[in-house]
């Protein structure tokens, strides 16, 4: 990716969401903006990154998270009753990218996008270098108009592949951008104790359809899930575990993050 310059920001190089698969199995975790508040985002994505996260999702809160179970809807409104806006999110990025080009991808709902505005979100975007964004909300056949001015922008709009898109893999990777993100089970986020989906069968069908890599969300909380679903997909996304962390330790939370990440990170790579 060449160098993108915001306005307000001395931005180094960002690399892509392709770039995040590049050294092995691929930990992805996510953290809610603004909870407890937006330096403390900051600084806990700092934290992941130098605990062995390869890219990271922000969560951008919104007050109706239909995707999200009661751990991650409590963060957002959290968040939101800290005064987190969208703009203070871009403002949070841009001062990360004086520190770190790792990766970077949103995960929120249409409607704050919508009401931003497409073609001024995605130039913010472009101006702090998020390298995507998950939209758990938007459907595949409704993506057009959002995905090409993202594109524009060099933003990768990430497509999702649930247990129920079984008849529709093909043509969802066919057109996928990024990676994919496979969802484990059906419902919505939050910790499980196990994983039924038939995820080797659904990777298979996404990699006969596709050279894009597949990372595996909704669920996973343990290193033991990290270590058995890693070896079947191109990385492991791991969200209300993180953000039960923060809601347990709060402004403190950091050393225990880093704890967490660190633990995840070695099951993944079959460290013992």
Partial sequence: MTERKGEDTAMKSVRTVRDAFAGGKAFIPFITAGDPCIEKTEEFILAMEAAGADMIEIGI?????????????????????????????????????????????????????????????????????????????????????????????????ISMIAPTSQERIRSIAQEA????????????????????????????AIREATDLPAAVGFGINTPEQAARIGALADGVIVGSAIVKIVAEHGEDAAPYITNYVSGMKKALRGIK
């Fill in 177 to 204: 951008c990024g990676f994919l993100y496979v969802v484990s089970s059906m419902g919505v986020t939050g910790m499980r104790s196990e994983i039924r989906t038939d995820l080797a069968g659904i990777l298979d």
């Fill in 61 to 157: 809160p919104f007050s109706d998270p239909i995707a999200e179970g009661v751990v991650i809807q409590e963060a957002d409104l959290r968040a939101l009753r800290s005064g987190t806006t969208t703009d203070a999110i871009f403002e949070m990025v841009g001062r990360l990218r004086e520190k770190t080009d790792m990766p970077l991808v949103f995960m929120g709902y249409l409607n704050p996008v919508f009401h931003y505005g497409y073609e001024r979100f995605f130039r913010r975007c472009e101006e702090v270098g998020i390298s995507g964004i998950i939209l758990p909300d938007l459907p595949f056949e409704e993506k057009g108009e959002c995905a090409e001015i993202a594109a524009a922008h060099g933003v990768d709009v």
